[in-house]
């Protein structure tokens, strides 16, 4: 058992990553043995500082030299990465059926309702030994993560903010568009809502990915208009849930229609004239880029969007 919670987020890479360093005492070669960008090092070097509450390496004339305190670590760290090494020799992790490769992502509820079950029909048929590990989303795209390798994959909703770090590369794999769910009383049920319908009927606002704002608000705010938002929930069956009580207005994400139970009196409807559209992106750590490993795995979610598609399409 850890002694420290910091200790908790430690891992192989950032204890490989100090005894590197306490033998190179530079961090552009230990970037270079390890194959790995300098910003990478150095997130990792923070990460080591948080963990044992100490500067553990300071620079003198160019050289890193590692305080009494990383020293005294050193030996213990060796025999951990000694018996990682011994625990492969011996095939001690080779169980037939055992999990070999966890990738972890960082992804919002919509991944998991639409994506997240092709994606991993694919790993299951092609990729046995490997499993999905995933986190929600959060109000920022985890760039330390992502660049330190505490994340593998994040997968957000685009485009445009996954464009302002160099050293993280991304695709788009999906577009997508809105439309409404009302339940309240409409002059005419059969014609999409209008501006004025959408901005004077309550709205519920799902938040799944914990953000204060999301893209129809900011299209909202370009165009001098603003909604009213009755609730928030955290989820896009609990935003649902709400309208089966109360007269409001939803808008969902077009690909999740049939993936939620719509109750009865709810009507599907088309938004307003100029409604955003959005897309789903992957974003990585241009390091990962060379694998071969994690090209497939961006490859089961290409193929998992195009099925999605097509399905979605197939039953409009």
């Not at 795209?141 to 770090?165: N, T």
């Not at 050293?167 to 809105?178: C, K, P, Q, R, V």
């Not at 207005?249 to 993936?259: D, E, F, K, T, Y």
């Amino acid at each position: 058992m850890l002694h420290s919670n910091y200790l908790k987020q430690l891992d192989l890479q950032d204890i490989v990553l100090f005894l590197t360093l306490l033998e190179q005492r530079n961090a552009k070669r230990t970037a270079e043995i390890m194959n790995v960008s300098q910003p990478t090092v150095s997130y990792g070097l923070k990460r080591l500082r948080n963990c044992f509450d100490d500067v553990l390496f300071s620079s003198a004339g160019g050289v890193l030299a590692p305080s009494s305190k990383a020293e005294n670590i050193a030996p213990y760290l060796k025999m951990v990465v000694e018996s990682v090494n011994r625990c492969a020799e011996d095939d001690c992790m080779s169980a037939s059926g055992a999990i070999s490769k966890v990738w972890q992502l960082c992804a919002p509820e919509y991944f998991e309702l639409s994506l997240l079950p092709y994606v991993l029909s694919y790993v299951v048929a092609e990729s046995p030994g490997v499993s999905l590990h995933l986190e929600k989303l959060g109000r920022d795209l985890p760039v330390d993560k992502l660049m330190c390798g505490d994340l593998d994959l994040a997968i957000g909703f685009g485009p445009g903010y996954h464009q302002m770090h160099p050293d993280l590369a991304w695709e788009s794999i999906l577009t997508g568009s809105f439309v409404c769910l009302a339940s309240h009383v409409r002059v005419n049920p059969d014609a999409p809502i209008s501006l004025d319908e959408f901005c004077a009927t309550p709205n519920v606002f799902p938040t799944p990915w914990a953000s204060e704002k999301n893209m129809v608000d900011s299209w909202l705010e370009t165009i001098g208009r603003s909604r009213n938002i009755l609730a928030k929930a955290n989820s896009y069956q609990a935003a649902i849930n709400i309208l089966s009580k109360v007269p409001a207005i939803l808008a969902l994400p077009s690909h999740l229609v049939s993936l939620l139970n719509i109750p009865a009196g709810v009507r599907i409807c088309q938004p307003p004239h100029g409604f955003p559209i959005f897309t789903i992106d992957m974003v990585w750590s241009r390091e990962r880029s060379q694998s071969q490993e994690f090209f497939k795995l961006r490859e089961h979610l290409k193929r998992a969007t195009q099925e999605l598609t097509t399905s979605v399409t197939m039953t409009y």
